[in-house]
């Protein structure tokens, strides 16, 4: 949907394969009022011309309307009802039109923790020295690692000081140069030879996390001797030649739909020392950004289908308010 103006997209863009089956798409309109004009676009990389015909359009009013008021949205509020969350995840999923299976919700009364960015010393002590900066009045749908999270990323970092760092996910390798930069870990990291790809098998970076792209930031910077690079489906990773010497911090930020996040958190748990520390970037419980991007609406799914199991494994488990970062402390 675009507006008036035939150039400002007033939805998310939905690509569709070519088929001789009827296909229903949906698209959710955050603001029906700016939206004009339906644009349909050719995305063949081949450029081959695509004849169809538009049987229907229909307008239909989102269930619970165009806004899911959470409660953690207020400052005063320190913690997550999980079955708040999940009630923000059901919506946001029929915003997607329900990309992912879902298992049947248990009943439950856990809460998540939140720890705003201020409140981060009161955590590390000492050693964690000010507070990161924090985009304040920056929305988190609009977030992105490399300019927002980095700076809570390094503080964390700085802060626990590991010797030895594994992280789900390298692609370009900007997250094994952050740590290098901010500690003098030894660093693994893994990554898809290919890269990510969608259902269909195709790419979604552009082939920036495949081949030579992978980790080029961490060699371009001079830390190449510190990092080992694994290539692999992290889902085949042995975890049996770590379980012994564990590594300190993990950092989860491989594939991000819910069984991937699941797998490579069930094999951090067996990696990580007593007393480590995981973190899950990407998981944001913000409703604004769980309707926007997909890639947290898969790691917050994942997390709440397995709290239970995973928050017995740790002394301490929080978001940072704000950031897409979640941390799990280990118990001493």
Sequence with gaps: MIGADYSSFASRERTIRASTVPTTVRVWVRDPSKASHVLFRNAASTGMATR????????????????????????????????????????????????????????????????????????FGPAGKAEPPAAQNKSLADWKMETDDAPILDYLWRSIAPRRHLEFGTWEGFGATLIARATDAEIWTLNLPQGETDADGETLYSSTDSGQFIGRLYRDAGFASRVHQILCDSREFDTRPFEENRFDTVLIDGGHTPDVVASDTEKALR??????????????????????????????????????????????????????????????
């Design 52 to 123: 169809f015909d538009v049987l229907d359009i229909r307008a239909q009013k989102m269930p619970d309307g165009r806004a899911f008021h959470a409660s953690w949205t207020q400052p005063a509020n320190r913690s997550i009802p999980l079955a708040e969350l999940r009630q923000a995840l059901a919506w946001a999923q029929t915003t997607w039109d329900h990309p992912f299976p879902v298992r049947p919700p248990a009943k439950t009364a856990a809460i998540l923790e939140i720890v705003d960015t201020t409140a981060l010393p009161s955590v």
């Design 271 to 332: 990696v990580v020392r007593k007393g480590g520390t995981c973190v899950w970037h990407d998981f944001c419980p913000d409703p604004d950004a769980l309707s926007h991007n997909l890639a947290p609406l898969g790691v917050v799914q994942a997390v709440v289908e397995n709290f239970d199991a995973w928050s017995a494994r740790f002394e301490r488990l929080f978001w940072i308010r704000k950031s897409w970062v979640l941390v799990g402390l280990g118990a001493k």
